[in-house]
């Protein structure tokens, strides 16, 4: 089959029974009506008449006479939906007052009804009613608008007519508009209703039409004026739809203001009509601070920019029209070769799909790179946890909640059921919060590749791979170690480059990330260092995101204040693709914890410990240095000793050390924390260095002075 488009793919459902017959097109996620609307949409019809016409050529029927014989003949044998005509007629907005309510809202089989929520203008006049069902079986939305609508030429005869306005599309909330002095901006209008009895005084909270992709269809002008905020559904569709209403909010001559950021703590698919958090005492306090906090939109960006993966959208009110096919082959190409002209190349480009943080993205490949025993494995487990509960476990941000394929192909199933139960205690983690999110095995005897008869060869491995990721809808895998996944010479630079290849192509056409965390080569390993992993580089080449984990040395020990028979516990994780060390209090941090798994027997009564990992924070070397504090410091450095010489900076100096003025207003800081401060006094210039005379020395000298005009206030 194919969708409503045209395009391949299995996503075009006719459903036919004795009473119904409907079809759905998955790529838009929306039930549509009979046959003549299926006909319509594909024939990019706009009137009712032009439909049935098209639809009797179609089934070989005949018209004759004038248009309205021919309607009046297929009315009789009964070929239109009663409605659908009805929808061609003329909308009235707003509503008479003398007008009676819609009919009573019908729910199907399994459904509820919800809510009617009545649209008005800023005058609180009727615009239109939109009906809510839940099925209370799968848990799925149903919208059913009701307008007022009167025949062609027939204003008197005026009826409710479920089909929604054409865009663009009223906001709903718009009689809240008056006195109001800021906009909430929202999607849904549940949500809405539930938002206005959170948001601080002088708010008015409104939502638009249809779900995320009717984002870009409403009429913003009310809000003209007005310093408009979004508050997104919790996860990158709504981000991504909030967006999309605020920029056009502010082509329509809205103040611009900012997306609101649901913290990690909030549940997946947050939004304001859902049960607040527990650990919340004061929600409207909460949502004052949240909205404070939003982060800016740039309006200097397109709002179609912003676009989607239509089958992510929610059932909508309006299906309303398909937005115009883009090219992805851009003019011609001559030999095949795909080329095409970057001039016509004016589409929107879809963002980066991150998934966890900067770790992992679909279609590329990803790498950890670092020592047997270093806490490689203890780290993806966790990660992989973060992602399939969607929680921030390791404090990296869960962009999508996302299944994970764990393939452990170096030890054994219980082995690696050990190291996801340890983190599973260590963080508090349901059996049920991961049920069909998280997979794990432990392949034995199969590769991704291998060499026969002196040429590398697709393995076993790959091709089971494949119907793995399909079935359980997979959106990372993770092959630890990448030794071990496949046969070829480590050090053979094409072949290595044969298996990068294939995870590379795994990524692209699964669209999903993959990740091969690999060993480094003997010796020490310097954090950053992209070159460190064992074996050939074309590994490391083709990976787009590689880190390496590496311990704590023992300069970065003393500095953080960490005990010397401690200090293995600690690990950091850096960006590889940087061949220089960054700062080590730049690094993600984490320590490793073991955990008692509770699993002893009468033989072996203790049970194992298993090591896992818990973020770690090093300590600021900052914290309480306040103003007054900082000050007292700098005006000793300036005032010098009491002999008349002055401090430097200078890791040779003894007495004369300005590290240890630090330590004395400051005796939670240890020297290497000192010395920190004073290197950054250095060199932001806050403190300089300035010839002057040693009288002791009777020579002239270099000492650190204080640069008043950048001392803190």
């Known amino acids: 089959m194919a969708d409503i488009s045209g395009a391949a793919g299995d996503s075009l459902l006719i459903y036919e029974d004795p009473e119904h017959r409907t079809h759905k097109d998955f790529n838009g996620e929306r039930w549509k009506g009979d046959d003549l609307d299926l006909i319509q949409s594909l024939c990019h019809l706009q009137d009712f008449r032009s439909t049935v016409e098209r639809a009797a050529d179609l089934i070989g029927f005949h018209l004759r006479g004038s248009a309205e014989d021919r309607y009046s003949k297929l009315s009789e044998k009964g070929r239109f939906n009663r409605n659908a005509e009805r929808r061609a007629w003329s909308i009235v907005m707003p509503v008479p007052n003398d007008a009676p309510s819609p009919p009573r809202a019908r729910a199907h089989a399994n459904e509820c009804h919800e809510a009617r929520h009545v649209y008005r203008d800023y005058d609180g006049k009727v615009l239109l009613y939109i009906d809510r069902f839940r099925n209370t079986k799968t848990g799925k939305k149903r919208f059913l ?94 981000r991504r739809a909030m967006a999309t209403a605020l920029r056009c909010a502010g082509d329509a001559g809205a103040k611009l203001g900012g997306i609101v950021l649901i913290p990690d703590t909030f549940p997946p698919k947050f939004d304001l009509a859902d049960k607040w958090p527990e650990d919340d005492e004061d929600p409207e306090a909460r949502v004052r601070e949240m909205i404070e906090a939003a982060v800016p939109v740039d309006p200097s960006t397109s709002a179609e920019g912003d676009g989607f993966d239509a089958s992510a959208r929610e059932s909508s009110t309006d299906p309303g029209p398909d937005p115009p096919d883009c090219d992805d082959n851009l003019g011609n190409d001559l030999a095949g070769l795909g080329e095409w002209d970057a001039g016509e190349d004016n589409a929107p480009i879809p963002p980066r799909e991150w998934l ?31 992602l399939t509960t969607g929680t921030a476990l390791t404090g990296e941000h869960v962009f999508q909640r996302s299944r994970v394929l764990y393939l452990l192909l170096e030890d054994d199933r219980d082995e690696l059921r050990r190291r ?171 320590k490793l914890v073991g955990v008692p798994l509770g699993n002893g027997t009468e033989q072996y009564p203790a049970g194992d410990e298993i090591q896992t990992v818990e973020p770690w924070d090093p300590p600021d070397v900052w914290r309480g240095i306040s103003n007054s504090i900082a000050n007292a410091i700098l005006d000793e450095i300036d005032r010098g000793l009491p002999d008349g010489s002055r401090y430097s900076d200078s890791s040779a100096a003894k007495e004369r050390a300005a590290w240890q003025v630090i330590v004395k207003h400051a005796p939670d800081k240890n020297e290497q924390q000192a010395r920190q401060i004073i290197r950054t006094w250095v060199k932001n210039g806050l403190l300089f260095l300035e010839e002057y005379t040693d009288q002791a020395r009777r020579e002239s000298v270099k000492g650190l002075k204080v640069n008043n005009a950048k001392r803190p206030s």
């Open 145 to 238: 608008p009701w307008t007022w609508r009167h025949p062609p030429d027939d204003f008197d005869r005026c009826e409710w007519v479920h089909y929604a306005p054409q865009a663009p599309l009223p906001l709903y909330g718009q009689d809240r508009l008056r006195g109001a002095q800021r906009v909430l901006l929202l999607e849904g209008e549940r949500k809405a209703d539930a938002a206005q009895e959170l948001v601080p005084a002088g708010f008015a909270v409104l939502s638009f039409m249809g779900g995320a992709g009717k984002a870009d269809r409403a009429d913003y002008s009310p809000l003209r004026g007005l310093p408009v905020d979004g508050w997104p559904d919790n996860d990158a569709e709504g």
């Open 420 to 590: 996801v139960r340890a983190a599973m205690l260590c963080h508090s983690i349901a059996h049920v919060a991961i049920k069909g999110w998280l997979f794990l095995a432990v392949p034995r005897g199969m590769k991704l590749a291998e060499m026969r008869d002196g040429s590398p060869q697709v393995g076993e491995l790959e091709k089971r791979l494949r119907k793995v990721i399909v079935a359980r809808g997979i959106d990372l895998v993770i092959f630890d170690p990448f030794i071990k996944s496949h046969g070829m010479p480590e050090n053979d630079n094409p072949a290595i480059d044969y298996v990068s290849d294939l995870l590379a192509r795994l990524a692209a056409e699964f669209n999903i990330a993959v990740d091969a965390p690999h060993h480094v080569r003997k010796g020490l390993t310097d954090p950053g260092d992209a070159d460190s992993g064992r074996g050939a580089g074309s590994f490391k080449d083709s990976g787009r995101l590689v880190y390496t984990v590496t311990g704590m040395t023992a300069q970065d020990a003393e500095r953080f204040g960490v005990r010397e028979d401690e200090r293995n516990s600690y690990i950091r994780v850096d960006n590889a693709k940087v061949n220089l060390v960054p700062p080590a209090a730049k690094a993600r941090w984490f």
């Open 356 to 386: 966890l943080g900067n770790q992992f993205c679909r279609t590329f490949v990803s790498s950890l790179l670092g020592a047997g025993a270093v806490g490689k494995t203890a780290l993806r487990v966790l990660q992989s946890l973060a």
